[in-house]
């Protein structure tokens, strides 16, 4: 008489056979093409279709886009490793002192003696609650706008080299003209909301990775606290980062937070760790903060399999 497991083998395989391939398929499948389950757990956050701008690598573990507009890209490379609405115009608050930054320090006099006007003092939303007649050291207000995104300190500094505003922004349009950011426009000098005032995802990468070849600015963004004082005053204003990856994250190198109601949460933020380099603009995302560790983590990995 036939042996049962012979007549297994004499019609094909079984049902129950067939069903733990077939599981043991799917296992390997899960493994290789989904990257951190934890991530895609907790990005999955707003209903935006992502197309990714990869090749030859597996796609990010969302479904969803985790911001309105995202790029990141490998330095080393120029490849960009994701990008979601990254040519989209939007209002980018307060990476505009990115510019404004560049601007000053192309235009202006660190060691330069500035008087705070009360249209400067007077500036709301994040400031240093500066004084109309106290002076400050040019620097010193670079510092503070670009370590605690201080508006006030950003407008003093601004209507010192420009003139008045006005005649700053015209100096930023300029530049951002010369460096060929064709979607981006300012209409002030701090990042206030205004319809005439954007900037993409692509435009700040360009223009973060032009101001980081300044050696004032490198320096600057990636400091986590400051003192300064005025000139002509005792009164000491302590400056901490709005930058909450600073110190917490390794190798990350800065570089500008922003927030407006329009605009939401966004960042601009560079990171080297093992032989990587990255830059990664957010432009309005719920949770930015948990959006950039969690894109940082993605872009560390795939960077390190492409080199």
Known sequence: MMRR???????????????????????????????????????????????????????P???VAPAHGILLKDL????????????KRMSPASLTKIMSALVILENGQLDDLVTISP??????????????????RLEDLLKAMLIMSANDACLAAVE????????????????????????THFSNGCGFDNPDHYSTAEDLATLSVIALDQPIFRELVREERAIITP???????ILHTTNKLLGRIPGVEGVKTGFTSK?????VAKVSQNGSDLLLVILNSNRRWNTATNLISYGLRVSEVSH
């Open 5 to 59: 497991d012979d007549e297994r083998s004499s019609r094909g395989i079984s049902l129950a056979d067939t069903a733990r391939l077939l599981v043991g398929l799917a296992l390997i499948s899960a493994a290789t093409a989904t990257p951190s389950l934890a991530i895609a757990k907790s990005v999955a956050a707003q209903p935006v279709h992502v197309q990714p701008a990869m090749a030859g690598h597996q796609p």
């Open 231 to 237: 000139v002509n005053g005792q009164h000491a204003y």
């Open 76 to 87: 080393k490379t120029g490849r960009v490793l994701y990008e979601h609405d990254a040519g």
């Open 263 to 267: 605009a939401g949460r966004c960042l």
């Open 160 to 183: 010192h080299v420009g003139g008045d505003e006005a005649q700053f922004v015209v100096l930023m349009n300029a530049k951002a003209a010369a460096l060929g950011l064709a979607d």
């Open 119 to 136: 249209n400067a003092a007077r500036a709301h939303k994040t400031h240093l609650r500066v004084k109309a007649g106290q002076i400050f």
């Open 61 to 63: 573990p969302w479904r």
